[in-house]
């Protein structure tokens, strides 16, 4: 059995408790932090403490680390929609940036040995319109979102510098998988699947110029976006990782493979992109592959998310 605890922010939300679950089956100490906005308590396993904090409380979230005394935080909460960010800025870096520095803060004051942090490759680089983005690419920030997550890998950055708190940065695709909300404004796999179930047709946004298939998403599977963090949490680790899969998928392609994972036939409608939205973004995963082996496959991820669906609808 370790002794090293792992307090994970967002921990109620999809990411966040895949992360919980695979840190359990590593024998860590695990605990939730999270304010349920978009989250659910049945998402935190069983047993596993839940505290039900707003990151943008300083107070709230000191106490909840002062509490839990975590080795290791992994950072998950955040105001994750990048159309929400174009149409509240504020109210995003509130969560992103400000809560992100409260927890960096009661780091600081306990005895927290390494923040793993949830960025984002799918928005950080910007439009990628050939090949792949590596993680010495240049970021260029489209969105409010994207560019709150820069600035809070930056402050990471200057923490590991100012007062020595060790810090790992992963940037993640876009990200599908069980228990991801088909309510919110991201998450096309959850969207798709609920809307192919109920026989109500899905929407490409196409592409402005280009107008076909919809905007082309390297899409990664929840479980190795949770072994990412895992392996993270701990030892020598990049202190900036890709989580992808370098494959290129359009929306429809997407569409059309989870339809025909879940056994239903697709219908589509064509509409207009959404502000903040990119045309392309793909990651390079050679850093990935070296340090965690192969991702999954989309065919193999969308099977195993049917199943998982499948499994929800009896
Ligand atoms: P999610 O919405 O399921 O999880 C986020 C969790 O954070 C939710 O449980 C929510 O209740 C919680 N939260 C939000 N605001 C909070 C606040 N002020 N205080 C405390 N908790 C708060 O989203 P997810 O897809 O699991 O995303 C997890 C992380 O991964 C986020 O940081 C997101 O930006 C990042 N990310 C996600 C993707 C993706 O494709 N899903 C891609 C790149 C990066």
């Known amino acids: ?11 109620a939300g999809f990411i966040g408790s895949h992360i919980i679950e695979a840190a ?7 605990a939730a932090l999270d304010d349920l906005s978009g989250g659910h308590r049945e ?11 707003d990151i943008r409380s300083g107070e709230s979230v000191r106490a909840a680390v002062a509490d839990f005394q975590p080795t290791v935080i992994s950072h998950q909460a955040a105001q994750a929609s990048v159309s929400v960010s174009v149409r509240e800025p504020v109210f995003d870096a509130e969560v992103n940036i400000i809560g992100g520095l409260n927890v960096l803060g009661a780091a600081l004051e306990s005895d927290v040995q390494r923040i793993v942090f949830a960025s984002t490759g799918g928005a950080i680089y910007g439009e990628v319109p050939q090949g792949t983005a590596d993680e010495h690419t240049a970021e260029w920030p489209y969105s409010p979102y994207a560019t709150s997550k820069l600035a809070f890998e930056k402050y990471l950055e200057t923490f590991q510098q100012q007062y020595g708190l060790d810090s790992v940065v992963l940037r993640y695709a876009n990200v599908y998988g069980p228990r991801q909300n088909p309510h919110g404004e991201a998450g096309v796999v959850a969207i ?11 929407q490409i946004n196409a592409r402005s110029e280009l107008g076909d298939g919809g ?38 392609d997407l569409g059309d493979q989870l339809a025909q994972a879940l056994g239903v036939e697709a219908t589509l409608t064509f509409a207009s992109a959404r502000a903040g939205d990119l045309q392309r973004s793909v990651l390079d995963d050679a850093l990935f592959r070296q340090v965690l082996g192969a991702p999954l496959s989309l065919a193999e991820g969308l099977k195993r998310t049917a199943q998982w669906i499948r499994s929800q609808s009896l």
Do not use: H, K
């Open 1 to 11: 059995m370790r002794n090293e605890r792992m307090l994970v922010t967002g921990g």
């Open 24 to 30: 359990l089956a590593q024998g860590w100490s695990v």
């Open 43 to 53: 998402n935190v396993p069983a047993g596993v403490p839940l505290y039900e904090v």
């Open 192 to 202: 798709f699947a609920e809307r192919l179930l109920s026989g109500q047709p899905l």
């Open 215 to 252: 905007c082309l998403r390297d899409y990664v599977y929840v479980g190795d976006v949770a072994r990412a963090n895992i392996a993270a949490a701990s030892g020598d680790f990049p202190r900036r990782l890709n989580v992808g899969t370098a494959t290129e998928t359009s929306t429809q």
